[in-house]
């Protein structure tokens, strides 16, 4: 595990809790925020190729959260990452602060995208991948991270459908089920992948090293997915103690 030098002090994700509970206010969407916590956690702390010094190289990995609401999670990661201040937390949703209730890529360093209405994420990460492609950046991967009942939205299938056959190899999404969809998938999320051509798995949502070998597995030729499950709705208090 690496950790992150803010004024003094090493954060690590035994710190998150408490990072989370700097960010207060009634539009937190707790449980939305928790079940990403461990997945993200993971992607910056071992596999995403990015750094505070690195967010306008055109090689480096780009994240995207179409998840965006809930998102004390992410901002707590960035504080520990070192992309914003620590101190940023505090003022979460406040009319001044750069930390809205859904992330603004023009106000938060690090940020890729600013998200709103569900269902844009993936399709946008599409666009990016193959616009690295056209570009000849074979380097750089995108990853997208997905709600399950964001996963009603349309547009999502519509990505799902062409980034398959397209070979998008750069393309990495994780999907955080914690129960909430509203439509079921005969044979589950990744099943909806898996028939339109990705490379899917299926892992524990808190288990740090399953998340690792799921992100880090080779797809040669194909898109890929990774279904994080969590406790249904993410729970409410604080996040679940990591496992791995």
Do not use: C
Request: aromatic share 6%.
């Amino acid at each position: 595990m690496t950790t992150t030098t803010e004024p003094g002090y090493d954060y690590g994700h035994a710190d998150l809790s408490r990072l989370m509970a700097l960010m207060t206010g009634d539009e937190k969407h707790g449980p939305a925020a928790t079940s990403t916590l461990d997945a993200l956690w993971v992607l910056y702390d071992r596999v995403l190729r990015v750094t505070p010094e690195r967010v306008d190289d055109p090689e480096r990995d780009r994240f995207l959260l179409s998840k965006g609401h809930g998102p004390m999670a992410y901002y707590a990661v960035l504080a520990a990452k070192g992309f914003v201040p620590v101190d940023w937390l505090e003022g979460f949703g406040a009319y001044d602060s750069p930390l809205g209730h859904h992330p603004d890529r023009v106000l938060v360093p690090g940020v890729e995208i600013g998200s709103g209405s569900l269902g844009h994420g993936l399709p946008i990460a599409v666009g990016t991948a193959l616009g690295l492609r056209a570009q000849g950046n074979r380097d750089a991967r995108v990853w997208v991270l997905v709600g399950d009942a964001e996963l009603d939205e349309g547009s999502n299938h519509e990505a799902i459908a062409f980034a398959g056959p397209a070979g998008l190899e750069q393309l990495h999404t994780v999907v955080i089920d914690n129960a909430s969809a509203r439509h079921a998938r005969p044979g589950g999320i990744a099943a909806r992948f898996e028939v339109a051509g990705w490379s899917t798995a299926t892992v524990d949502g808190r288990d740090h090293d399953a998340l690792y070998a799921a992100f880090t597995a080779p797809h040669p030729g194909r898109p890929r997915v990774v279904v994080a499950q969590v406790e249904p709705k993410g729970g409410v208090g604080a996040p679940t103690p990591a496992r791995g």
